[in-house]
């Protein structure tokens, strides 16, 4: 593919509480087995995109621990490869990433010493599965300078007000752009994934950043609207961001349903960093109704509608139902765990109930002892 990726990574959500004060979004454990972050890299890898930067910043650390080596999305190689990008001191800066537009200003010689047309910019704090060939074919017919990649959310749970909400002409080129408008006016929304070509943005970045201005969406798109030619293009797969503690409950929820879990489970297979534990055990006394279960697990209680993380214990007469309990938990003897987030190293003593409801699950921290 004759294009480079950027993911950006950096990013942290106060809707997602406890859970992001951790790690940063794009770390986010989902589904048992993955982070947020293996979605778009392996859309990337599956594309043909060898050659990708992850930009970084929040409480990046166990990002960067997933991240240490490359090949398990094929992008340990001599052509190309993965860089992983930090704000840092120079002579000529020593500021933190001030927004989106202003974290790849100020990794531009990535830019610069790449060969490949274009570049293809996506965040990884969301679940899907793209393949972005096809949006650049797009970008190439329509002529265009920046696609935007949308979505229709009409007759979903997903509110407009949340998001950045457009409007296109019949031939589907921008006429609004409006970031969480308080009247939307429509129901397509921005994935934040975008295809520009690579001399356009070193240029448009170098004609921004130095006035002050640092935000993609505000500062390059719209500034730019009237004399650009921007397009979308309409997603209509499967997609979740986990911009709250709602949508990480819902998408881990998901992956319950055959029909979602199918498309990650079919080529091109979605990867991540494998961990080396043995098999789940169910002992005689566990029953397990439409639940993921993580390597390492043990279970003696009941599970049901949940996903369980690697290495959890779940006791004996304990019963776990719409559920997440995060790596390494352990839930005691006796306890009710209903509609509840459990981060990872929490300990549930024996015969306590952990109890939220389906709209608000309660949230138990990383290494809380119950």
Same mark, same amino acid.
């Given at each position: 593919?004759?294009?480079?990726?950027?993911?950006?990574?950096?990013g942290?959500?106060?809707?997602?509480k406890?859970?992001?004060?951790?790690?940063?979004?794009?770390a986010?454990?989902?589904?048992?087995?993955?982070?947020?972050i293996?979605f778009t890299?392996?859309?990337?890898?599956?594309?043909?995109?060898?050659?990708?930067?992850?930009?970084?910043?929040?409480?990046s650390?166990?990002?960067?621990?997933h991240?240490s080596?490359?090949k398990?999305?094929?992008?340990?190689?001599?052509?190309?490869g993965?860089?992983?990008?930090?704000?840092?001191l120079?002579?000529?800066n020593?500021f933190w990433?001030?927004?989106?537009?202003?974290?790849?200003?100020?990794n531009i010689s990535?830019l610069?010493r790449?060969?490949?047309?274009?570049?293809?910019?996506?965040?990884g704090d969301a679940?899907?599965?793209?393949?972005y060939? !096809?949006?650049? @074919?797009?970008?190439i017919? *329509?002529?265009?300078?920046i696609?935007i990649?949308?979505k229709n %959310?009409? +007759?979903?749970?997903k509110?407009p007000?949340d998001?950045?909400?457009?409007?296109?002409?019949?031939d589907?080129?921008?006429v609004?752009f409006?970031?969480?408008p308080?009247?939307p006016k429509?129901?397509?929304?921005?994935l934040?994934?975008?295809?520009?070509?690579?001399p356009?943005?070193?240029?448009l970045?170098?004609?921004?950043i130095?006035?002050?201005?640092?935000?993609?969406?505000?500062?390059?798109?719209?500034?730019?609207?009237?004399?650009?030619?921007?397009?979308?293009?309409?997603?209509?797969g499967?997609?979740?961001?986990l911009?709250?503690?709602?949508?990480?409950?819902?998408?881990?929820?998901?992956?319950?349903?055959?029909?979602?879990?199918?498309?990650?489970k079919?080529?091109?297979?979605?990867?991540? !960093?494998?961990? @080396?534990?043995p098999?789940a *055990?169910?002992?005689?006394?566990?029953v397990v109704?439409n639940s %993921?279960? +993580?390597?390492g697990?043990?279970?003696?209680?009941?599970?049901?509608n949940?996903?369980?993380f690697?290495?959890?214990?779940?006791?004996?007469d304990?019963?776990?139902n719409?559920?997440?309990?995060m790596?390494s938990?352990?839930i005691?003897k006796?306890?009710?765990?209903e509609?509840?987030?459990?981060?990872?190293?929490?300990v549930?003593?024996?015969?306590?109930?952990v109890?939220?409801?389906?709209d608000?699950?309660?949230?138990i921290?990383?290494g809380?002892?119950?």
């Amino acid at each position: 593919m004759k294009a480079i990726g950027i993911i950006l990574a950096g990013g942290n959500s106060e809707r997602l509480k406890a859970l992001c004060k951790v790690r940063a979004i794009a770390a986010m454990p989902v589904a048992s087995s993955y982070r947020a972050i293996d979605f778009t890299l392996s859309n990337m890898s599956n594309s043909g995109i060898n050659k990708v930067a992850v930009i970084t910043q929040y409480n990046s650390r166990s990002l960067h621990d997933h991240l240490s080596s490359a090949k398990w999305w094929d992008l340990d190689r001599k052509e190309g490869g993965l860089y992983i990008f930090t704000p840092f001191l120079s002579s000529e800066n020593n500021f933190w990433f001030r927004g989106v537009a202003d974290s790849i200003y100020q990794n531009i010689s990535f830019l610069k010493r790449s060969h490949e047309p274009y570049v293809v910019i996506a965040s990884g704090d969301a679940v899907y599965k793209m393949d972005y060939q !096809k949006i650049l @074919d797009y970008h190439i017919e *329509k002529n265009a300078d920046i696609t935007i990649v949308s979505k229709n %959310i009409a +007759g979903s749970t997903k509110d407009p007000h949340d998001y950045g909400v457009m409007t296109f002409d019949d031939d589907m080129k921008l006429v609004s752009f409006d970031e969480k408008p308080i009247e939307p006016k429509s129901d397509n929304i921005s994935l934040g994934i975008y295809v520009i070509s690579r001399p356009l943005l070193i240029k448009l970045l170098e004609n921004t950043i130095p006035k002050g201005y640092y935000d993609f969406v505000k500062d390059i798109i719209l500034r730019n609207k009237n004399h650009l030619n921007i397009f979308g293009y309409n997603f209509d797969g499967y997609w979740n961001t986990l911009n709250s503690v709602e949508a990480y409950m819902e998408t881990n929820m998901d992956f319950l349903k055959p029909e979602v879990m199918s498309i990650f489970k079919s080529e091109p297979y979605i990867s991540t !960093k494998p961990s @080396d534990d043995p098999p789940a *055990k169910f002992n005689s006394t566990a029953v397990v109704k439409n639940s %993921i279960i +993580g390597t390492g697990t043990i279970i003696d209680g009941s599970v049901s509608n949940s996903v369980l993380f690697r290495k959890v214990t779940v006791s004996e007469d304990a019963k776990v139902n719409n559920s997440i309990i995060m790596k390494s938990s352990y839930i005691g003897k006796g306890c009710v765990i209903e509609n509840a987030i459990i981060d990872k190293e929490a300990v549930i003593s024996d015969g306590k109930q952990v109890i939220g409801t389906p709209d608000d699950p309660i949230v138990i921290t990383k290494g809380q002892v119950v």
